[in-house]
């Protein structure tokens, strides 16, 4: 089994991760299902709901720092692979210094 990687393209790409991370960062359930618990004050649904949105926030916050990094990681995964190419062009064509 052969992989090609393209080192530009897992730096390129690794942005993307970041664009949903600033999507995700402007969703906030809590405030969303708030007007829910209103209509029903001091019940257990009112908790309930409070709960809820709680709950997707931490999960949201997760998914977010999840995303950051892998975006992170794609990003130095791409260096690191084009570092690894400069080396190897080098040592076969015998020109410029090894590290």
Known sequence: ???????????RDSGRFGEAVRALDGVDV?????????AFPGGLTAAAI??????????????RLGLARVGMDLAAAGESYAVVEQ?????V???GELP
């Open 1 to 11: 089994m052969r992989f090609e990687v393209e080192p530009d393209a897992l730096v």
């Open 87 to 91: 080396v190897a062009r080098r040592a």
């Open 30 to 38: 809590g405030s969303a299902v708030a007007p829910v618990a209103q």
């Open 93 to 95: 064509t015998g020109s």
């Open 50 to 63: 409070r709960e809820l949105g709680a709950a997707w926030g931490d999960r949201l916050l997760r998914a």
